[in-house]
Nanobody
């Protein structure tokens, strides 16, 4: 059983930056692909970014390419999401997720474990 705890959310003005972090415990971290998803009010949870178990491969959804960067530290069991040039439409609860190493974690249904989320609010 893997436990995931997100941190780093908050309120920021448009154009600003935030760095989200997710700390994992209770499992073998470097055997999981890790992803970030988000859910805005009234909308379905959507994929944001994923990083492979080794950290060698990353993939972002089109709306955040060039602005968000996912990274991981397998020695510290953490995965981060650096968010730059934030826009009001980035406002959502951001969730950290873990998926099996053979799963391309780009849809919520493929996640094996979830964190409880952290709120990101971008004001215009």
């Amino acid at each position: 059983q893997v436990q995931l705890v997100e941190s780093g959310g908050g309120l920021v003005q448009a154009g600003g930056s935030l760095r989200l972090s997710c700390a994992a415990s209770g499992g073998t971290f470097n055997t999981y692909n890790m992803g970030w998803f988000r859910q805005a009010p009234g909308k379905e949870r959507e994929f944001v970014a994923v990083i492979s178990w080794s950290g060698e491969t990353t993939y972002n959804t089109d709306s955040v390419k060039g602005r968000f960067t996912i990274s991981r530290d397998n020695a510290k069991n953490t995965v981060d999401l650096q968010m730059n040039s934030l826009k009001p439409e980035d406002t959502a609860v951001y969730y950290c997720a873990a998926g099996r190493a053979w799963v391309l974690l780009t849809t919520p249904e493929l996640a094996a474990y979830w964190g409880r989320g952290t709120q990101v609010t971008v004001s215009s």
